[in-house]
């Protein structure tokens, strides 16, 4: 599954790269893969599955190898 | 020991060219430490009510923050105050970069302008001394070729040149000020009054150092070098050194508030075009404001086919690539980048150019401006090459720009009918480009700052949603302990607004940049009070700087009292009021009777009449403000 974490998150990303591919064995659910991953789900605002806005809090978003995650912090300006 | 400050202002008499410097105790400072609090002050003092923006008679003046040159990263800003002449209210834009940590080490706290000169001059002011020069040959130059003169005549390639451009010396109502080409006090037309009073330029060389000011140097400088480290052990410190401001547009695109096309859409369809991805491949560095770790200022360098970009000039900045890009259709980060750099060329804001460009484009869209009407340039949504015409010709105020030169709520007066409804400004200042519908906050800070539709007023709603994020945790030391969400504007959000406007409002005082303390950023509340209490030998407290924040907002808000500004001027364009168009949150808007209720709301925890939006005398009294009620009065 390719991982992007935008703005901020990209801080909690291997080698803080906010870019990276990994391995999914099984479909999870996107909240487990968030723990597995380190990455705070506090600090996300907006997240993209394969291109289509998602809902963090919904039980039954599950993430597959080969997916497509965008992970957007709460952009805050300046 | 000191406390971090000259307790010396100059005061330059332009009419008749004389100068003078004018001294202040240390109890003067604990109420005006610096920044807006000094500059405020002034202002209320010698501003008579009704003054020309543009004549003699307005007050131009620029104040650095009490840390303003402490080694502290990002305690580097300095802010410019006056009447606005594109909005008639209290004019204030704060910058960065070099400037402000000079004129602290050359002796002086601020510098009021008065009067007009009757020639073009420049101002060299070196350790306490102050000396008006002739310009005449500098007027009309370009900004490197005026700094390098200055630098040369002053015999000091270290002098610090803050300038104004051609939009300046032009009077165009949204010229901008520059600092070492780089940093600007872009927003309310500074510029324009520096311009008004012949002064093409202020350089400024000290030879003290900050840590003679202090209280407790030692102290400063073991804040500063813990902080130093602490910048790229913070998730938002990490971003902005990475990125900088460039790095927010794909997220705000996919929260669906990236404003496009004039406010009417919240999303760009071809947000990759200008996002991080575009902005990576004409990167060529990043630079820093004076002794600031966060390094987030972007350089950009390139030779395209069609357009070439030098990194003589900062940017562009996000808000430069919304409103230039997204904002104006322009599907184009090298286009934008060469706009961005003219703006900054001719010495132009960079928010209030794109915001009377997209108005424009939408005025031609609804052909209440036709080609014709714009000596011939189709400045339509999406022609870039029409928006790179139009930006020098604003400031010579020629063809085209001679109308565009007025701002949006001007010409939507002159044109009538339907134009006002795209006129995207508060008081006349163009909106930031930050989009209130999902984050109404922002609106809040839009429809009632004193400067008009400014976006570092209060925290952005984000802050607030989740209580263990880790802004929101910084915001706790402040007291803020309830989370709401971004479209909320019940009674929590107007509080945690409340505070957030007092926070970043004591940040312009102290000369710290919203990209250093929590929420936003890795300097820690505590942190704060830490280094205004090593800096000046105060038992400072939190609730101690908010006060400070609130009393430099209440010296503002009279300022517009005096000029006859109501909770009438305290409105959103309403546009915001109805749906975003596309994106995630199509459809959303701000429910006018709410939006109301939010606004009396927050003028009670202000102390101000609801009916009115002036302060009450006993919010006055409380935070000794009393004298700004009398005209004669002097605090």
Redesign the interface.
Known sequence: MRVHL???????GPG?TGRFEVTVERPTPIIEFLRQAGV?W??I??A?LNGE?VRLDDPGLIVRDGDRL?L??????? | MGFGSNGAVLRVNLTDGTTEVETFDEAFYRQYPGGKALATYHLLRDLRPGSDPLGPDNVLVLAAGLLTGAPVSTATRYTAIARSPLTGAFGESEAGGYWGPELKMAGFDAIVLMGRSPRPVYLWVKDGVAEIRDASHLWGQDPPAVQEAIKAAVGDKMARVLQIGRAGENQVPYAMMMNELRHYNGRTGMGAVMGSKNVRAIAVKGSHRYTELAHDAAALGEIGRRLSKAVSEH??G???R??G?P??T???N??GILPTRNFRQGSFEQVEKIG?AAFEQIRSGTRSCYACAVRCKPETAFQGERYSVTDTYDGPE?EAIAGLGSNCAIFDIELVARANELCNEVGLDVISTAGTVAFVMECMEHGLLTAADLGGLDLRFGNGEALLEVIPLIADRRGAGELLALGSRKIAERLGGDANAFAMQVKGLELAM?EPRGKVG?GLGYATNEAGAD??VA?????F???????FKGAMALGITEATDVFSLGDVKVRNWFTGERWNSAEKVLGLC??GPAP?SFISVNDVVAAVRAATGWDVTVDELLEVGERAVNMARMINVREGFTRDDDVLPARLHGPLEGG?LTGRSIDRADFEAAISALYELKGWNPATGVPTSERLHRLRLEWTADPAGVG
């Open positions: 935008w703005g901020e998150l990209g801080f909690y803080r705070p506090a600090d605002a907006v993209g806005i965008d957007f912090p709460p952009s805050s300006g300046g | 998730p938002q990490w971003d902005l990475t990125k401001t790095g927010l794909d997220g705000l996919a929260a991080w996000y930050h922002v976006h570092l925290f952005h709603d984000p802050i949603v989740n209580t263990e994020s880790v802004p919203f990209f936003r995630p």
